[in-house]
Nanobody, 127 residues
Framework: QVQVQESGPGLVKPSQTLSLTCSVS??????????WSWIRQPPGKGLEWMGV???????WYSPSLKSRTSISRDTAKNQFSLQLSSVTPEDTAVYYC???????????????????WGQGTQVTVSS
């Protein structure tokens, strides 16, 4: 069974860069059928998909966050990471890493579903 787990600081100051890591067990992040996403939920609001990285390292981002977001991976550690720059208090949220299914290798969308979720990690942006 694939499990994902977020880690990172719970408090970030405004204008700094938020950095989170997702550790994956039970599957390799280089497996072509998987997609690895970051999703967040601000307090009192709905879920917001931020971006995805697939097996060959290609990435896609939400248009609203693209200028500030970077997703990368460490294949040796079987981890993928999120960086969100120039944060403001509006970036306060619970951040989730999610294992999904990718159809990109077969000419389809990079992510077609969201399967296994981490428990989420609260990140607060405050001075």
């Amino acid at each position: 069974q694939v499990q994902v787990q977020e880690s990172g600081p719970g408090l970030v100051k405004p204008s700094q860069t938020l950095s989170l890591t997702c550790s994956v067990s039970g599957a390799s992040i280089t497996t072509s059928k998987y997609a690895w996403s970051w999703i967040r939920q601000p307090p009192g609001k709905g879920l917001e998909w931020m971006g995805v990285i697939i097996s060959d390292g290609r990435t896609w981002y939400s248009p609203s966050l693209k200028s500030r977001t970077s997703i990368s991976r460490d294949t040796a550690k079987n981890q993928f990471s999120l960086q969100l720059s120039s944060v403001t208090p509006e970036d306060t949220a619970v951040y989730y890493c999610v294992k999904g299914t990718s159809a990109y290798a077969n000419g389809g969308f990079p992510v077609v579903d969201l399967g296994s979720w981490g428990q989420g990690t609260q990140v607060t942006v405050s001075s």
